[in-house]
C-alpha cells in the first residue's frame, strides 16, 4: 500500500498512517487502502483487535488532504457525491472488532472520523484536538455529529464552531471522555499495542459481541437498546457452550487507573 502500514502478530493488526509529509492527510489513495484494509480485518477471524496509529512527529492526522482532494467527494452531480467517512470509518465498514487509536499531534477535521469510531483512544501529552471546517467558510457537520455520540454536547460544539482559533489539549481531551488515558509520546505505541493484546487474548466471539451490541444501540431508544442487547447475549453466550473455563482462569491482580 502507498499510503499505510499494515502488520500482523499474535491476533493484533497495526495499521499506521504513513504520510508524514502531509501530516498525514488522507486523499483518495488512503480511502481506498482502508477499504481494503476493512475489508480484511472483518474477514480474518485471525484479527481480534486493530491498533491504528500515525506516522512521524507531527500529526495523527490533518483531515483531507486539499492539495489534491477526493474523487468521490468532489463529483460533479452533488447528488453522486459520498462521503469519505464511508471508507475510513471501522464501524460503517461492519468492523466490530475493537479499535485501539493512539492519536499524537495534530489531530483535525477528519481525523475524527477514526477518533469517534474507536472503541479505546489514547494519546499522547502533545496531542491537540481542532476542526477548522468553519474557520474556511466550510459547515461542520458530519465530524461533530460523531463526536457528539462520544462527548458532552457542549464540548462538540466548542470544538465546530472556535475551528482555528482554540485546540483542545490531551488532559482537556482526557476531562471530557475524548480518550481515556494520556501518555508519554515516547511510550504511545507501546501503550497501544499492551491493551490492544490485553483485549486480544479475551474471546473474540465475546468481544465482537460486545462492541457491537454497545454502538448499535446508540442508534435506538433506551428500551429497543435493552431488547436488542438481550438478543446478542443469547447469541453470544449459548447455553452449554461456554467459551471459557471459569476455573481456569488466571486472575491477575488488575490494575488501577
Known sequence: METLEFSLGEHVATVTLNRPD??????????????????????DDGIHVVV?????????????DVTEGLARAGHSNVWTR????????????QV???????VHGM????????I???????CAED????????????????????????????????????????????????????VSEVVARDTLWQRADELARIIAAKPPAA??????AIWESLDSTRTQALRTGLMYTQLGNPIGTAQVDRAAVQRPEPTIR
Not at 471546517?133 to 460523531?146: K, R
Not at 457542549?154 to 464552531?161: M, Q
Not at 468481544?207 to 457491537?212: C, D
Open 207 to 212: 468481544i465482537q459481541g460486545t462492541v457491537r
Open 82 to 93: 459520498e462521503d469519505p467517512g464511508a471508507q475510513l470509518s471501522p464501524k460503517q465498514n
Open 52 to 64: 491504528l496509529r500515525a506516522a512521524g512527529d507531527r500529526a495523527f492526522c490533518t483531515g483531507v
Open 22 to 43: 502531509k501530516l498525514n492527510a488522507f486523499n483518495q489513495t488512503m480511502c481506498d487502502e482502508f477499504s481494503r484494509v476493512w475489508e480484511r480485518v472483518r474477514d
Open 116 to 122: 469517534n469510531e474507536s472503541d479505546l483512544v489514547i
Open 107 to 114: 489531530a483535525a477535521g477528519g481525523a475524527f472520523y477514526w
Open 127 to 178: 496531542a491537540q484536538f481542532f476542526d477548522p471546517h468553519v474557520t474556511y467558510g466550510m459547515t461542520s457537520a458530519l465530524e461533530p455529529i460523531g463526536l457528539a455520540r462520544r462527548v458532552p454536547l457542549g464540548e462538540a460544539l466548542r470544538i465546530a464552531l472556535l475551528g482555528l482559533d482554540e485546540r483542545m489539549s490531551a488532559q482537556r481531551a482526557l476531562q471530557i471522555g475524548l
Open 96 to 102: 466490530w472488532k475493537p479499535v485501539v487509536c493512539a
